[in-house]
């Protein structure tokens, strides 16, 4: 006779499997449904002017990116997550790992998918060098790994070490504060960035300390956190929300058909 907590594990397998549907259904109707519009992805260098006889940098689009297939492969990412782990033999291993309060598959899907999504944010605010979107990804991904370093941490603790998650939070902001700055910076009238850009900013940076703040109500055992199961099923619907916000946010903004 199965336990509560196994009881809780096969729901949750369950949930997994539609929250896979989801973020595989919004993939689909994004990528058919959106246009073709892209984005720039530069690279500066300096060249030598034999004229001035100065060096002088020098701005290379070195691929125009169509945003509507990355929008989908984030939504992809987490739909292939949650049907892995609610297949046959990986489920055992994530309920295992569960039952001892730690989720490495979410981790590793966060890494690739948040940082995707971060880059395409910097994108909509004008961030086109790859040399800053390079560590953007990088960084954003260490965030997230120090979260799973918080859990791997902890499992050899008696009381909570805090220190991954305020690493983690300290790498995480950065990438915030250079799309800040861009905002900032933007300028007025046709050169401001347009509405939805601005609501995207506030509503996915609020949407990233969600997760922070599930953790800390996780390890503070703050009422229904006291129940591990309870903090894994709220990032399952927190990476929904926040993935359904900014593609269908960009969508409306800029991908819809005229």
Not at 80 to 94: D, L, N, R
Not at 109 to 122: D, G, H, N, T
Not at 171 to 180: D, E, L, M, R, Y
């Amino acid at each position: 006779m199965l336990n509560k907590t196994d009881k809780q594990l096969n729901k949750l397998r369950t949930f997994n499997f539609v929250m896979g549907c989801f973020h595989l259904l919004q993939g689909i109707l994004l990528w058919v449904l959106s246009t073709d519009f892209t984005l720039p992805i530069n690279t500066y260098f300096l060249k030598f002017n034999q004229a001035t006889m100065n060096l002088q940098p020098v701005e290379d689009t070195v691929w125009e990116l169509r945003l509507a297939p990355w929008i989908a492969v984030f939504l992809f990412m987490s739909a292939a997550a949650h049907f892995i782990i609610s297949s046959p033999g990986i489920y055992e291993w994530y309920a295992k790992n569960l039952k001892n309060g730690i989720n490495y598959a979410r981790w590793y899907e966060y890494a690739f998918s948040s940082s995707l999504m971060i880059v395409i944010i910097s994108l909509l605010v004008g961030i086109y060098d790859l040399s800053a979107l390079i560590p953007i990804f990088g960084i954003n991904a260490m965030m997230i790994l120090f979260g799973l370093m918080m859990e791997l941490h902890n499992q050899t603790t008696k009381k909570t070490d805090w220190t991954s998650f305020i690493y983690g939070s300290i790498a995480g902001i950065v990438p915030w504060i250079v799309i800040a700055f861009n905002l900032a910076g933007a300028g007025e009238g046709d050169l401001k960035p347009p509405t939805f850009v601005y609501w995207i900013f506030f509503t996915i940076f609020i949407f990233f300390n969600t997760f922070a703040i599930n953790m800390f109500l996780q390890y503070k055992q703050v009422g229904k956190w006291k129940d591990y199961l309870f903090g894994e099923k709220m990032y399952i619907v927190l990476s929904l929300l926040a993935k359904s916000a900014l593609a269908w946010q960009i969508f409306a903004g800029t991908l819809r058909p005229v």
